[in-house]
């Protein structure tokens, strides 16, 4: 769909109540996660990932996977909360990311995205809509397919080695990934939820994907 066609699309399902699938993981694990099936692959020459997410995990005190995508040899995309609470995106990299600063993740939901813009190696996150400064990451890369998803653990090899005290305990919903980099405007919409749910992502659709749980993570529908 073209932006303007998801724009028009998204102004027309304004304040619609809905129903929103969310998953729960209640405690610390190194087995526990949920992987998703995305509807188009991840070749990605630019993106935006977004996702809501409420944790009672303390701050300063523990780093926490928000997503991860990794191919066989690889961290593809993956998303944290630092342990210093910044924000950060790694693009296939064992420690090269792009941090930010941004108010703190916590026990009230956080609507987040990233954008990323492979031209310009543009990178910036939204917090609850609002735009952290911007930075310049990875310029000329591309995000490949042939990876999985999975929420709730970080993969070290494909698909396992995971590390308890890296896994997300919290609860984590609208997980929507786009190819393409949505205006600040429409991200803002999102987080005040005038626009979201209704819209979603083209290569990770939140109403559509399958959902396939290992272990034990709640899954329960809201109405948003
Ligand atoms: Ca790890
Ligand atoms: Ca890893």
Not at 162 to 178: K, M, P
Not at 189 to 214: E, F, H, R, Y
Request: a negative charge; glycine letters at 6%.
């Amino acid at each position: 769909m073209k932006l303007s066609a998801l724009l028009l699309f998204c102004a027309a399902s304004v304040a619609q109540e809905m129903n929103v699938r969310t998953l729960i993981f209640e405690s610390e694990s190194s087995e526990n996660y949920v992987e998703l099936t995305p509807q188009k692959p991840l070749d990605l020459s630019s993106f935006t990932l977004c996702l809501r997410v409420a944790t009672e995990l303390p701050q300063e005190d523990r780093e926490i996977i928000l997503f991860a995508y990794r191919t066989q040899d690889h961290d593809e995309l993956n998303l944290w909360r630092e342990f210093d609470g910044r924000i950060g995106l790694y693009l296939r990299s064992s420690g090269e990311a792009a941090f930010f600063t941004v108010p703190a993740l916590g026990p009230m939901q956080t609507h987040l995205c990233v954008t990323w813009e492979s031209s310009s190696g543009a990178t910036a996150v939204f917090v609850d809509g609002k735009k952290s400064l911007t930075k310049i990451y990875k310029k000329s890369h591309t995000v490949v397919s042939g990876g999985r998803v999975i929420i709730g653990q970080d993969p070290d090899s494909y698909l396992g080695d995971f590390n308890s005290v890296q896994s997300l305990v919290g609860e984590i919903s609208d997980i929507n990934l786009w190819s393409y980099v949505l205006p600040d405007s429409f991200i803002k919409q999102m987080a005040t939820q005038t626009l979201s749910p209704a819209c979603s992502g083209d290569v990770i659709d939140w109403k559509l994907v399958n959902l396939q749980i290992i272990g034990n993570v709640a899954h329960i529908t809201r109405n948003v």
